[in-house]
Nanobody, 119 residues
Framework: VQLVESGGGLVQAGGSLRLSCAAS????????MGWYRQASGKQRELVAM????????YYTDSVKGRFTIFRDRSKSTLYLQMNSLKPEDTAVYYC?????????????WGQGTQVTVSS
């Protein structure tokens, strides 16, 4: 599985960005996809991920009501719509795909896309 993110950039506080993650390869075996981010000097954190097999979606508390994750299965693409951006959203955003290989969960990562929010 290969993942390529796009859509990052520089935006003023209050603005919006939409990140995209195009998946290729053995996409039929992907069990779950989500978005993580890593700010400078901090650990990578999970931002949003639909819960497989349910209608639920996890969002980290700081983005609830502002970010929306959705997936276009026909295009094997995952999106993250980010509204009302804040300077604290500044980070490298990574797309993650989890694949079930013979009962073992394997994680795949994109190269990351930088999001910078100016105050």
């Amino acid at each position: 599985v290969q993942l390529v993110e796009s859509g990052g950039g520089l935006v003023q506080a209050g603005g919006s960005l939409r990140l995209s993650c195009a998946a290729s390869g053995n996409t039929a075996s992907i069990a779950a996809m989500g978005w993580y981010r890593q700010a400078s000097g901090k650990q990578r954190e999970l931002v949003a991920m639909p819960t497989p097999g349910t209608d639920d979606t996890y969002y980290t508390d700081s983005v609830k009501g502002r970010f929306t994750i959705f997936r276009d299965r026909s295009k094997s693409t995952l999106y993250l719509q980010m509204n009302s951006l804040k300077p604290e959203d500044t980070a490298v955003y990574y797309c993650n795909a989890r694949r079930d290989h013979l009962g073992v969960l394997l994680d795949y990562w994109g190269q990351g896309t930088q999001v910078t929010v100016s105050s």
